[in-house]
C-alpha cells in the first residue's frame, strides 16, 4: 500500500463549486463529509490513498506549505498573502471568483490619515503593504479576520482591504471601493517537495488541469 496522500480543502463558500470539479479530477469524499452534523476533520474517499481534510482556508495553505496535506485547494489571495516558497499552485481551477479591493465611507467620513500613511483593516496585512508601498504609502493594518466592513464606522480604521464579489456587503455598510488590488480565483496548490518525489501528486495536477481544459472547451 503506498503511503497515503492528503487533500486539503477549505471548509466555507468554495466548497460546493470544488466538489465537482474534485470529482471530475477523480477526487470524491465518503458520504459523511456531505453531513453538515459531523465533527469528524477528516474523511476517507473513492481513493483507498487519499484522505479528505477540511479545515480554514488560510490553514489549507499552511498545512500544504509544510507538507501535512501534500495537494489542496484554495483562493489565489490567501496564496498571494503567504506567498510560501514550498507551495506551487499549478492549475487556476476558475471558480470562486471575486476581487481583493480598498474601500472606505461612501459619506467620506473617516478617521483622518496623514496621505503618506494609512491605517487599514484587513485580514491581507502582506498584500496591503505591498499595494501601498507600490504606490509610496506607508500602511499601519490592523488585523482582522472577518466582519472588516465594521471598521472604519467604529474608527478602527479609514479603510479596508476585503474581498469583493457583488458588492453587496461593501453598500449594505455605507462603504464604497477606492481602488482594484486583483483578481482572485481558486487554485489547486501542490507541495513542491511532494510534486518532486510522489508520481501521484503530479497525476492529480495533470487530471486537473485536463478538467479545466474539459470545461473551457465546453464553455
Ligand atoms: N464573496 C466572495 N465571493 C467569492 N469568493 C469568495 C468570496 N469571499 C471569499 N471568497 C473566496 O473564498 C475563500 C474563503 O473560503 P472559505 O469561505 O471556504 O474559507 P473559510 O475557511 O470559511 O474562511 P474563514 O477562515 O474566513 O472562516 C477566500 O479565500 C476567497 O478565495
Ligand atoms: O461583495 P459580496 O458579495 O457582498 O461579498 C463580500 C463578502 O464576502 C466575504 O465575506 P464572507 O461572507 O466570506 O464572511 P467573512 O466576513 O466572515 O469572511 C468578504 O470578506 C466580504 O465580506
Same mark, same amino acid.
Given at each position: 500500500?503506498?503511503?497515503?496522500?492528503?487533500?486539503?480543502?477549505?471548509?466555507?463558500?468554495?466548497?460546493? @463549486?470544488?466538489?465537482?470539479?474534485?470529482?471530475?479530477?477523480?477526487?470524491?469524499?465518503?458520504?459523511?463529509?456531505?453531513?453538515?452534523?459531523? *465533527?469528524?476533520?477528516?474523511?476517507?474517499?473513492?481513493?483507498?490513498?487519499?484522505?479528505?481534510?477540511?479545515? *480554514?482556508?488560510?490553514?489549507?495553505?499552511?498545512?500544504?506549505?509544510?507538507?501535512?496535506?501534500?495537494?489542496?485547494?484554495?483562493?489565489?489571495?490567501?496564496?498571494?498573502?503567504?506567498?510560501?516558497?514550498?507551495?506551487?499552485?499549478?492549475?487556476?481551477?476558475?471558480?470562486?471568483?471575486?476581487?481583493?479591493?480598498?474601500?472606505?465611507?461612501?459619506?467620506?467620513?473617516?478617521?483622518?490619515? %496623514?496621505?503618506?500613511?494609512?491605517?487599514? $483593516?484587513?485580514?491581507?496585512?502582506?498584500? !496591503?503593504?505591498?499595494?501601498? @508601498?507600490?504606490?509610496?504609502?506607508?500602511? @499601519?493594518?490592523?488585523?482582522?479576520?472577518? $466582519?472588516?466592513e465594521i471598521a472604519?464606522?467604529?474608527?478602527?480604521?479609514?479603510?479596508?482591504?476585503?474581498?469583493?464579489?457583488?458588492?453587496?456587503?461593501?453598500? !449594505?455598510?455605507?462603504?464604497?471601493? !477606492?481602488?482594484?488590488?486583483?483578481?482572485?480565483?481558486? %487554485?489547486?496548490?501542490?507541495?513542491?517537495?511532494?510534486?518532486?518525489?510522489?508520481?501521484?501528486?503530479?497525476?492529480?495536477?495533470?487530471?486537473?488541469?485536463?478538467?479545466?481544459?474539459a470545461a473551457d472547451?465546453?464553455?
Open positions: 500500500m503506498p503511503s497515503p496522500l492528503t487533500f486539503a480543502v477549505p471548509k466555507g463558500r468554495i466548497l460546493d @463549486e470544488a466538489l465537482p470539479v474534485m470529482a471530475a479530477a477523480g477526487v470524491v469524499p465518503e458520504d459523511a463529509f456531505h453531513d453538515k452534523s459531523n *465533527r469528524s476533520l477528516t474523511f476517507a474517499t473513492t481513493r483507498e490513498d487519499m484522505a479528505l481534510i477540511r479545515v *480554514r482556508a488560510f490553514d489549507v495553505a499552511t498545512f500544504v506549505a509544510h507538507g501535512a496535506a501534500q495537494i489542496g485547494i484554495v483562493g489565489s489571495d490567501v496564496v498571494e498573502e503567504f506567498a510560501y516558497s514550498d507551495l506551487y499552485a499549478p492549475v487556476d481551477l476558475q471558480i470562486g471568483h471575486c476581487h481583493l479591493a480598498v474601500a472606505e465611507p461612501a459619506d467620506g467620513i473617516a478617521v483622518t490619515d %496623514r496621505v503618506s500613511h494609512l491605517r487599514i $483593516a484587513t485580514k491581507y496585512p502582506n498584500i !496591503t503593504r505591498r499595494h501601498f @508601498e507600490a504606490r509610496g504609502i506607508q500602511a @499601519e493594518c490592523v488585523k482582522l479576520n472577518g $466582519a472588516m472604519p464606522s467604529l474608527g478602527l480604521a479609514s479603510r479596508i482591504v476585503d474581498l469583493v464579489s457583488t458588492g453587496q456587503t461593501l453598500k !449594505t455598510n455605507g462603504l464604497v471601493e !477606492t481602488a482594484h488590488i486583483m483578481d482572485i480565483t481558486a %487554485r489547486l496548490i501542490v507541495n513542491r517537495a511532494a510534486l518532486k518525489t510522489d508520481a501521484r501528486i503530479a497525476e492529480l495536477v495533470e487530471a486537473f488541469r485536463a478538467t479545466r481544459a472547451k465546453a464553455a
